[in-house]
């Protein structure tokens, strides 16, 4: 089948592939790379990957393109699902012989719900879809697809049985060869890493249990399942043959750092190849694994601190002690390991008072760059199920956006409310950020790097706008 690959039009700026762990639009303009929906893309010959959001590309080429196609693939959230369903229902209008079918932690926790209310959407893959979709691709018969829920010609929902998760990883091909044929690579930017940046994952799935976390817990799966390290390296060499501009590879797995010896041994494998990277950790690495990585082109981590709080940390199954991350930071930081650090505010257990510990500990422990996140209930979580039975999540705000595509604060509690969470994100970032020794290091930054200067400067106003259309919500 003549296949697209659709990450569709939405709020502007807004950031819903797969790779980014909340679908929103960001403090500074940021894109991660379309990797779940590149991973099948490279599966299925002549097809075709359409990134809408960065690439900045209305409806007009897209339903041009798709009068020409017998399936259409668009990745979904549950921010945009209503907006993706309008899209597909336009395209449905221009190619009424069009199949389109939905993949995301959206619709494979909520497969029957989601084919109900998208009357368009022909089937919906549950969980790990990259062989569901190269099956239907194919041409199999949606009856035989393992892995679907789907309607059938009388209109009746169908749930097929499930589809094994993948074990042997080095099956996969390199998404690399769809980021070279379909994608413009100068589009993707993360405001701490270096531009242009490629991101891939070297495995799929966490052993944590963190209650919020949406990936393992809709469509990743609790085991780490990995690419082997030769594998890894393989596919670098070949988006440094093909991407000799890029400055940063960034490994997106949930946490890298898993698996230290295999952590280690493609660090080594990376280290002969020259590169800079950085990677997803946990904070409770090793000193001694830190040197190996550092040794090896390890650059930064982006690390989930989370709270300051250890109780809050109890409350979301994180598994790490805040003395454990005190430690940790302090050994980046004395290796010249850049850290950025993200935290959530309104998780269960949030009070006033646990909010300033988090700014102080933040403060304290002092990550180059931080992002301050509201906590999300995304359906198929934990924390969802828990807001749901406590009354915690007001349904009005259940989409987790609003109509600009700006996080809201969906949880609220007794003692705290929507508001009073929903402000603390603009002061931690003050407190954060205007501070003497951190304005002097941004400072210095610049000063030493012209395209730094120009680039510090394009975020400080994009970070203003933002706290501005924030105060307006």
Excluded at 212 to 230: A, E, K, M, N
Excluded at 316 to 330: H, L, N, P, S, W
């Amino acid at each position: 089948m003549r296949t697209l690959f659709l990450q569709p039009p939405t709020f502007d700026g807004f950031d819903g592939g797969a790779g980014s762990r909340y679908q929103a639009r960001r403090e500074i303009k940021s894109f991660w790379y379309p990797t779940w929906l590149a991973q099948p893309a490279a599966l299925v010959k002549g097809s075709r990957l359409i990134d809408a959001p960065p690439a900045r590309m209305g409806m007009e080429p897209i339903l041009e393109d798709v009068k020409n196609r017998d399936l259409v693939i668009l990745h979904t959230s549950t921010p945009s699902f209503g907006k993706d369903v309008q899209v597909a229902q336009m395209l449905k209008d221009v190619n009424p012989n069009l199949k389109i079918g939905m993949v995301g932690a959206k619709v494979a926790v909520q497969p029957e719900e989601s084919l109900l209310k998208g009357a368009p959407i022909d089937f919906v893959a549950r969980n790990e879809f990259d062989f569901t979709i190269k099956d239907i691709a194919d041409g199999m018969d949606f009856k035989d697809v393992d892995g679907i829920s789907w309607r059938n010609k009388n209109g009746e929902i169908v749930a097929n049985r499930d589809r094994a998760m993948i074990e042997d990883m080095d099956s996969l091909p390199f998404v690399t060869e769809v980021y070279k044929r379909d994608l413009r690579i100068e589009d993707y930017f993360i405001g701490y890493l270096k531009h242009p940046y490629i991101s891939i994952y070297t495995g799929r799935g966490c052993k944590s249990r963190c209650t919020f976390c949406l990936w393992p817990q809709t469509v990743g799966g609790h085991r780490y399942r990995t690419r082997s390290p030769q594998h890894v390296a393989a596919e670098i060499r070949l988006a440094m043959q093909y991407f000799p501009q890029v400055q940063e590879f960034f490994f997106d797995d949930d946490t890298f750092t898993d698996d230290l010896p295999r952590a280690e041994a493609i660090a080594r494998e990376l280290g002969k190849l020259g590169v800079t990277w950085s990677c997803n950790a946990k904070a409770n690495v090793p000193r001694d694994t830190l040197k190996v990585l550092r040794d090896n082109g390890l650059r930064l981590l982006l690390v989930g601190y989370e709270s300051g709080n250890q109780q809050i940390l109890h409350n979301i199954k994180k598994g790490m002690r805040v003395e454990t991350a005190r430690e940790f930071t302090k050994n980046c930081h004395e290796l010249g390991i850049k850290i950025h650090g993200t935290f959530i505010l309104g998780l269960p257990g949030e009070t006033r008072e646990t909010i300033q510990e988090t700014i102080r500990f933040a403060q304290e422990i002092n990550p180059h760059t931080l992002q301050v996140s509201l906590a999300a209930p995304y359906p198929g979580t934990f924390l969802h199920q828990q807001a749901t039975e406590n009354g915690w999540l007001d349904e009005s705000n259940a989409d987790l956006l609003d109509e600009n595509g700006v996080q809201i604060a969906p949880l609220h509690y007794p003692h705290l409310s929507h508001t009073e969470i929903f402000g603390s994100v603009e002061e931690f970032y003050k407190k954060f950020y205007f501070r003497a020794p951190k304005i002097a290091s941004i400072l210095g930054e610049m000063i030493t790097s012209p395209q730094m200067m120009k680039r510090r400067l394009r975020e400080g106003v994009e970070f203003f706008q933002f706290l501005k259309d924030r105060k307006a919500a």
